[in-house]
């Protein structure tokens, strides 16, 4: 009987000690692959920040009236004025394209259907 | 094993043949058989203590070689929080009040030497010479066949330079990461980003550090790794700044002025939407300061913030102001404008003789001079420069960047008659636009202080009453007359209604005394004058125009104004500000009932046990 106990003691240690060792070595693991995400983490911000700069970057005001002063002849763009103010009241919205009998609903007014 | 018996027989039968006591026997072999017994005892028992002792002992020992090599290595931080701390860069952001970055980190290298590792010195330095065209060869070559063991090349390469080093192929020539700053709109709010350059370097890392403006202003909020990365963001509209730069400095450049700036102020909460001074600079490639000659001549110059100019007859509307808040005067009150007006040995004159009375607005509308002086005079001394002090035009202001506290106003030390008298027409008194800017936005926010700031929404406290809200309207409704009929009206823009005064100050001479022929011309302003918004403020150093009779003018209202209007024409609508007209468009009715979206049952419903 006590031969039976140290041999199941004798057995509970071996396994519990290989249990410890191979989680060792999934923690390790663990750590190692995390380290590898935080490195492309890093990287990927860095990354991120390259091209916010550059955004913001193309996007100087600077350039933008360049852009425009090239391209007025397509886009005619002006800056901003007083008048083009509106209340939405004075607004003579287009009438919504006639429904179709499957859709009911009539929310999606279509501006190309525009009235003079 | 094998039991000797306690009474053996054979010894027995023995002892009895020789008469002896067979008991003695037994007793002798109980005895012998209890130190039997007791030996095994002693034996285990020490077997047990050896063996305690020494797991004592290995533990003791272990704990002890850790101790040990704790002690003695160098010291580390746990892995899996040195990788996350080293993803968050170095500086913060700074954006403008709708994200736009106006300053961001990008990641460079930086190129360094070490000589005696080259292989071939002179090959290197003629490769270098070649890629950087800046850097002298016949050094290069001196240096590398010196005895120098390191030396930096460049502090930052663009990643095409950076190959072409590597194709040089010594190895010699090493990289190091550098985190630069950069300003991706260049010049655009220059003055108030400032710059950053390089603090302490080694080969692996450098420091950034603000050098001017809001950057050296917030340089440890900026680098403090607790916000977690989150950008500054400043109260700038990046549209309306562009806009503004441009604005004026045409307007500049039309008006023939050596320099100008622009303040736009939001007046509910003191935040800067836009602020320029001209000339600027590129904060990317900022300029080394001048070392001799006059200081505000250097494009780093924040006319703005630093400036200290007398700014003339803007200062006219406080005197009137506070007399109107005391009940001294109304509107409509006489006031003797005889010019020139004698106070002790001096002379004061108006622009154009305006006869014999003049009422209060007209003092505005037509900015006499003699007639302000009157009014401070019912005011006294005392209450005219207790009331100028809460202005805030006494000290500096409060804005958050490093250049403020030098842009602290010239205060007169003593306050004779005639002192009193000049400095209630803006003569005398030297205050920053941005004083300006934050006195007339008091006027405008119905008479609570306002304090300029450059952070968007942050929670302040109101301001304090200085002027009661009767009077400040009062005041607005004069400087509106100023542009409907007075000297501003090439300001009137239609819908905005702005309200504003000119203001035309000879500019002192460095040795004392004014200049006959140089002027700082400036236009305060607020609009929509029933509903203050805005203030807007416009400063013109030595402006000089030809006008249409063929006559040289150099007055706020034929220089400063202009620009003015033109900026409220290009900035309001870009504010989203609604011009106020007069025209009746027809309403229109909807010709359909648009389906809209429930929104989102987040609302708390009624519900019913019943």
């Known amino acids: 009987m006590r031969s039976l106990t140290y041999l199941a003691v004798t057995l509970l240690v071996m396994g519990l000690a290989f249990w410890a060792y191979r989680e060792n070595y999934r923690t390790q693991a663990a750590i190692s692959s995390m380290s590898q995400v935080q490195r492309e983490i890093a990287r990927l911000r860095e990354d991120l920040g390259v091209l916010r700069a550059e955004w913001a970057y193309l996007n100087r005001p600077e350039r933008l009236a360049e852009l425009v002063d090239l391209n007025f002849e397509r886009l005619q763009l002006v800056p901003v004025d007083s008048d083009q103010f509106m209340g939405l009241e004075h607004i003579d919205y287009p009438r919504p394209p006639a429904a179709t009998p499957t859709d009911n609903t009539g929310d999606d007014a279509n501006p190309e259907e525009q009235k003079p | ?610």
């Not at chain 2, 800046?134 to 460049?154: E, H, N, V, Y």
Request: proline share 7%; net charge positive.
């Open chain 2, 1 to 610: 094993m094998i039991r000797t018996p306690l009474r053996p027989l054979a010894r027995i039968l023995r002892a009895r043949d020789r008469g002896e006591n067979p008991d003695e026997i037994e007793a002798e072999n109980r005895r012998l058989r209890h130190e039997a017994i007791q030996d095994k005892a002693r034996r285990r028992a020490e077997g047990r203590l050896v063996l305690m002792s020494a797991c004592f002992v290995m533990a003791f020992v272990t704990v002890g070689v850790r101790m040990g090599a704790l002690a003695s290595s160098e010291p580390s931080e746990p892995r899996a929080q040195v990788l996350s701390a080293q993803i968050i860069s170095q500086r913060a952001d700074i954006t403008d009040r709708r994200g736009r970055v106006l300053a961001t980190n990008l990641l460079t290298h930086s190129v360094y030497a070490h000589p005696h590792q080259m292989v071939d010195p002179v090959g290197a330095a003629r490769g270098l010479a070649a890629i950087f065209p800046d850097l002298d060869q016949d050094r290069l070559i001196r240096d590398f066949t010196g005895s120098r063991k390191f030396m930096w090349i460049k502090r930052k390469v663009s990643p095409e330079q950076m190959q072409a080093v590597h194709d040089i192929g010594e190895p010699g020539l090493l990289f190091g990461p550098r985190e630069m700053r950069i300003y991706p709109n260049g010049r655009i709010a220059s003055h108030i980003l400032g710059g950053s350059g390089f603090g302490q370097e080694g080969v692996s890392s450098a420091e950034v550090l603000g050098i001017a403006g809001v950057e050296k202003a917030f340089d440890n909020w900026l680098r403090d790794p607790s916000n977690d990365g989150a950008p500054l963001a400043l109260s700038i509209d990046l549209t309306a700044q562009s806009a503004m730069e441009e604005v004026l400095d045409s307007g500049m450049k039309l008006m023939n002025a050596k320099g100008a700036a622009g303040i736009l102020l939001e007046i509910e909460t003191g935040e800067v939407v836009a602020m320029a001074s001209l000339p600027d600079f590129d904060p990317n490639n900022r300029p080394r300061p001048l070392l001799k000659g006059d200081p505000s001549d250097s494009p780093l110059f924040n006319r703005a913030v630093q400036g200290q100019y007398e700014l003339g007859s803007t200062f006219k509307i406080f005197p009137v102001a506070q007399a109107m808040d005391l009940k001294l005067i109304n509107p409509n009150t006489g006031i003797n404008s005889a010019s020139p007006m004698k106070i002790g040995k001096y002379l004061i004159h108006d622009f154009h003789n305006y006869g014999k009375q003049l009422s209060a607005t007209d003092v505005i509308v037509k900015s006499s001079n003699v007639g302000t002086v009157r009014i401070a005079q019912m005011l006294g001394v005392e209450r005219q420069k207790d009331f100028l002090e809460k202005l805030g035009l006494f000290k500096p202001t409060t804005i958050e960047m490093v250049e403020a506290p030098t842009g602290k106003p010239l205060v007169p030390s003593r306050w004779p008659a005639v002192t009193s008298a000049t400095v209630s027409f803006g003569h005398g008194l030297a205050a920053s636009p941005l004083h300006l800017a934050a006195a007339y936005a008091t006027i405008g926010n119905k008479g609570k202080t306002v304090t300029p700031t450059l952070i968007h929404g942050r929670k302040r406290a109101e301001g304090e009453q200085i002027l009661s809200p009767r009077a400040a309207e009062l005041s607005i409704g004069m400087l509106r007359q100023v542009v409907t009929r007075g000297t501003a009206r090439q300001a009137e823009v239609e819908g905005y209604e702005i309200a504003g005064k000119t203001g035309t100050a000879d500019k002192p001479r460095p040795a004392g005394g004014y200049y006959k022929d140089k002027v700082v011309a400036t236009f305060a302003s607020l609009f929509p004058a029933s509903d203050p918004k805005y203030v807007l403020i416009v400063t013109l150093d030595e402006p000089s125009v030809v006008n249409a009779r063929g006559r040289e003018s150099r007055t706020a209202g034929a220089t400063a104004v202009p620009v003015a209007a033109e900026l409220v024409r290009r900035l309001a609508p870009l504010l989203g500000l609604e011009a106020r007209t007069d025209e009746k468009l027809p309403k229109i009715a909807a010709r359909f009932q648009p389906r809209v979206e429930p929104a989102p049952g987040d609302a708390i419903k009624l519900v019913s046990n019943k």
